[in-house]
């Protein structure tokens, strides 16, 4: 229900907004950025539990080895399925707790 209320300003029926929830919760490709992408799957699978999205970020970023440039473009894909939408600062409370489910 908290996760929805984020993507009210973004989504004018229940159905859109549900269809952005499916999005975070569906298995994320990108054909850009196949191979990167894929190796952040791997370091969240083993991610600690994060209580803030900055601390979750940071973590990513030293494991991965990626630039944060990069990991800024991965990031939404990995967490929401898209690049564009709510601050994934906004998004990371509602999340923390399925990152299993979502990080697939």
Sequence with gaps: GELAKVYLEEARTINEIKAKID??????????????????????HTIPYFKTFDEFKAYLG??????????????????????SGPSLRTIYPHIKNYLGEIIK
């Design 62 to 83: 030293e494991k991965s080895e990626l630039e944060d440039e990069q990991l800024n473009l991965l990031l939404p894909l990995l967490l929401t399925g898209t690049s």
């Design 23 to 44: 999005t975070i919760f569906s298995t994320k490709q990108s054909e850009a950025f196949t191979k990167e992408l894929e190796a952040l799957k791997v370091v969240a």
